[in-house]
């Protein structure tokens, strides 16, 4: 299959080229033609799957026709909203709409919280065809009268479950009140619970739904190995393992922002570079961790899953599950960032004796047993006894068993990085 029998511009098929992309991936496959027959679509896809271009690419094939390469900003009002549930997925999603877009006259914009307004507000008012946003910064710019969809054709809800998760919900059904009722509406998410399919009832036309499972996702090109070890041994484990080992770009997931930090500073003290990346972090702190990281000034990157959600770090060879995460889901979309469309990476975990429901969660949802290696030196004692999983904070979760603490809830987090609080509405306009 070639993206020529796809049916895309030529002006499309040029950039896809100059990406160096040979052959559209499952989900573009599926997801193009259908975008481009004008119909509503549900997407069950993650990370790595090669989701952005499957509606980036028909979405700028539909706008391309009124594109207009005039000044004037009555020339370009906004034509298509992609709501994204943190900042650095709206900047990766622009990203992608700019890469795909270079050869039309279409502009774009990404409008999130945690920076100052005034430069969203100039570029709103300059004409922007496309505008990817998170919820809050959004509403804000709505109540500044900044903002006017009455012709806006296309509404794209990316990483929907997340949005829900972080408690979005009322702040998307807001925004959704404010476009018209006539229009081309897409949904992507991970997975298909209740509460997404509802939401896609409520606002989807008679949708096509496009479903790609993990097991033909990243999570198949990706080697990947559990490393059994004491608690209080995975520090130096993981500096072991990065040290003779001589891993150079390597993503570790932490639970808790603290341990993030924590794990940041020791790793330091190792003689290993790192930086940590997560909720409590500015704006320009988190974009400079991830260049430094992109361009191999940094040798590690420790984050959380909020954090990290959405990173687009291409061809990443190592990811490292420092602390398994409380929701199975989160597994996958963390050893996403390697292995991505075409190119082989290996996640480690690091998994002691209190992880083991999260572990067996987590083989659950694969389908399969994960492989294990114990590395010579740091054998599990098997003496020590399982102890209750420490989150940081109390508050929030799905109503695990006792094993398992809630998921934080970082309520203090800046916007785009909340936790799962249904009322977030009311903690807006910092
Ligand atoms: P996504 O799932 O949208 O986050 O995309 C994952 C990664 O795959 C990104 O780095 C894209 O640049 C890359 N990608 C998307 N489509 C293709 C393709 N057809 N061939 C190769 N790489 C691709």
Same mark, same amino acid.
């Given at each position: 299959?070639?993206?020529?029998?796809?049916?895309?511009?030529?002006?499309?098929?040029?950039?896809?080229?100059?990406?160096?992309?040979?052959?559209?991936?499952?989900?573009?496959?599926?997801?193009?033609? +259908?975008?481009?027959?004008?119909? #509503?679509? @549900?997407?069950?896809?993650?990370?790595?799957?090669? *989701?952005?271009?499957?509606?980036?690419?028909?979405?700028?094939?539909?706008?391309?026709?009124?594109?207009?390469?005039?000044?004037?900003?009555?020339?370009?009002?906004?034509?298509?909203?992609?709501?994204?549930?943190? =900042?650095?997925? !709206? @900047?990766?999603?622009?990203?992608?709409?700019?890469?795909?877009?270079?050869? +039309?006259?279409?502009?774009?914009?990404?409008?999130?919280?945690?920076?100052?307004?005034?430069?969203?507000?100039?570029?709103?008012?300059?004409?922007?065809?496309?505008?990817?946003?998170?919820?809050?910064?959004?509403? #804000?710019?709505?109540?500044?009268?900044?903002?006017?969809?009455?012709?806006?054709?296309?509404?794209?809800?990316?990483?929907?479950?997340?949005?829900?998760?972080?408690?979005?919900?009322? %702040?998307?059904?807001?925004?959704?009140?404010?476009?018209?009722?006539?229009?081309?509406?897409?949904?992507?998410?991970?997975?298909?619970?209740? #509460?997404?399919?509802?939401?896609?009832?409520?606002?989807?036309?008679?949708?096509?739904?496009?479903?790609?499972?993990?097991?033909?996702?990243?999570?198949?090109?990706?080697?990947?190995?559990?490393?059994?070890?004491?608690?209080? &041994?995975?520090?130096?484990?993981?500096?072991?393992?990065?040290?003779?080992?001589?891993?150079?770009?390597?993503?570790?997931?932490?639970?808790?922002?603290?341990?993030?930090?924590?794990?940041?500073?020791?790793?330091?003290?190792?003689?290993?570079?790192?930086?940590?990346?997560?909720?409590?972090?500015?704006?320009?702190?988190?974009?400079? !961790?991830?260049? %430094?990281? *992109? =361009?191999?000034?940094?040798?590690? +990157?420790?984050?959380?899953?909020?954090?990290?959600?959405? +990173?687009?770090?291409?061809?990443?060879?190592?990811?490292?599950?420092?602390?398994?995460?409380?929701?199975?889901?989160?597994?996958?979309?963390?050893?996403?960032?390697?292995?991505?469309?075409?190119?082989?990476?290996?996640? @480690?975990?690091?998994?002691?004796? %209190?992880?083991?429901?999260?572990?067996?969660?987590?083989?659950?949802?694969?389908?399969?047993?994960?492989?294990?290696?114990?590395?010579?030196?740091?054998?599990? %004692?098997?003496?020590?006894?399982?102890?209750?999983?420490?989150?940081?904070?109390?508050?929030?979760?799905?109503?695990?068993?006792?094993?398992?603490?809630?998921?934080?809830?970082?309520?203090?987090?800046?916007?785009?990085? &909340?936790?799962?609080?249904?009322?977030?509405?009311?903690?807006?306009?910092?």
């Amino acid at each position: 299959m070639s993206f020529d029998s796809l049916g895309l511009l030529p002006e499309l098929l040029r950039a896809v080229r100059e990406q160096g992309y040979e052959h559209p991936t499952p989900i573009q496959i599926q997801a193009i033609p +259908l975008v481009l027959e004008g119909r #509503d679509l @549900m997407g069950r896809a993650q990370t790595g799957t090669g *989701k952005t271009a499957g509606f980036t690419l028909p979405l700028l094939q539909l706008l391309a026709p009124h594109a207009s390469s005039s000044a004037s900003p009555a020339r370009h009002p906004i034509r298509a909203l992609i709501l994204t549930p943190t =900042r650095e997925l !709206a @900047m990766q999603v622009e990203e992608s709409v700019r890469t795909y877009g270079k050869h +039309l006259p279409l502009r774009s914009t990404t409008i999130f919280g945690g920076v100052n307004i005034n430069a969203q507000t100039k570029a709103l008012r300059a004409g922007v065809e496309i505008v990817v946003a998170t919820p809050g910064r959004l509403l #804000d710019h709505q109540g500044q009268g900044n903002l006017n969809f009455s012709h806006l054709e296309v509404l794209i809800l990316d990483e929907a479950d997340r949005m829900l998760d972080m408690g979005f919900i009322r %702040d998307i059904q807001k925004i959704i009140g404010l476009l018209p009722a006539k229009r081309q509406t897409l949904l992507f998410s991970a997975t298909f619970t209740d #509460d997404i399919k509802q939401l896609a009832s409520k606002f989807l036309k008679t949708p096509a739904t496009v479903e790609i499972t993990p097991e033909n996702t990243a999570a198949e090109l990706v080697r990947q190995v559990v490393h059994p070890v004491d608690r209080e &041994r995975k520090r130096a484990l993981l500096s072991h393992l990065i040290t003779s080992r001589k891993l150079q770009q390597v993503l570790v997931f932490t639970r808790t922002k603290h341990g993030a930090n924590r794990l940041s500073e020791q790793l330091d003290k190792d003689g290993i570079s790192s930086m940590a990346i997560h909720g409590n972090k500015s704006q320009p702190q988190r974009i400079k !961790a991830l260049e %430094d990281f *992109k =361009r191999g000034a940094v040798r590690v +990157l420790v984050a959380t899953d909020i954090a990290a959600r959405g +990173l687009d770090i291409d061809s990443l060879p190592n990811v490292v599950n420092y602390e398994l995460p409380q929701v199975p889901e989160d597994y996958i979309h963390r050893i996403g960032r390697t292995g991505r469309a075409g190119t082989e990476g290996e996640a @480690m975990s690091l998994v002691c004796v %209190d992880e083991h429901n999260l572990l067996k969660d987590i083989e659950k949802l694969l389908r399969k047993a994960l492989p294990k290696d114990v590395i010579q030196g740091y054998a599990p %004692d098997p003496s020590i006894p399982a102890e209750p999983i420490q989150t940081g904070r109390q508050g929030g979760g799905r109503g695990r068993g006792p094993a398992r603490a809630p998921r934080p809830s970082s309520g203090s987090a800046p916007r785009g990085e &909340r936790g799962r609080h249904p009322s977030r509405t009311s903690a807006r306009g910092k």
